[in-house]
């Protein structure tokens, strides 16, 4: 699980099976310290489309955290892939934090276009690099971190 915010208020992350007790961990840790770095309000992409199912002992700590950063998020677009589990797992968290502003998508034109109009030109492009950026890339970015 790899998140970070390296441009204005735009957040990504990327989840990839197998997700374990310690990836969630850390994504808290890291999502928190992120948040509290600005008073300001966050757009995200969650690329989920690699992840198949996360372990059901970590849901409602996930769920706690968008709950608790709901009043934050202008806007979260999730990007689901072919698990159908998980996609109702991930479509559960969502109306459980009960934010309209967290949007699952199975199509990226259609996330592209819910999210892209709040972006700013520096986070577009950050927007476009991240989603061309390789697992191996973002994994070897989340251990430096």
Excluded at 26 to 31: I, P, V
Excluded at 42 to 68: G, K, N, S, Y
Excluded at 120 to 134: D, I, V, Y
Aim: charged share 25%; proline share 4%.
């Amino acid at each position: 699980m790899y998140v970070d915010c390296k441009v204005g208020r735009f957040i990504e992350t990327r989840w990839v099976t197998p997700i374990t007790g310690a990836h969630v961990d850390r994504f808290l840790t890291r999502t928190s310290a992120i948040m509290r770095g600005s008073s300001g309000s966050f757009v995200v992409f969650a690329d989920l489309e690699q992840a198949t199912i996360l372990p059901p002992e970590w849901i409602d700590r996930v769920v706690e955290m968008l709950r608790v950063d709901n009043g934050r998020i202008e806007r979260n677009g999730m990007l689901l892939g072919g698990s159908a589990t998980f996609a109702m797992q991930v479509e559960r968290m969502i109306r459980q934090a009960n934010n309209p502003a967290r949007r699952t998508f199975r199509e990226m034109n259609e996330l592209e276009d819910w999210i892209t109009p709040v972006l700013n030109p520096m986070e577009l492009a950050r927007f476009n690099a991240f989603r061309a950026q390789s697992n191996d890339a973002l994994l070897a970015a989340e251990r430096s971190l």
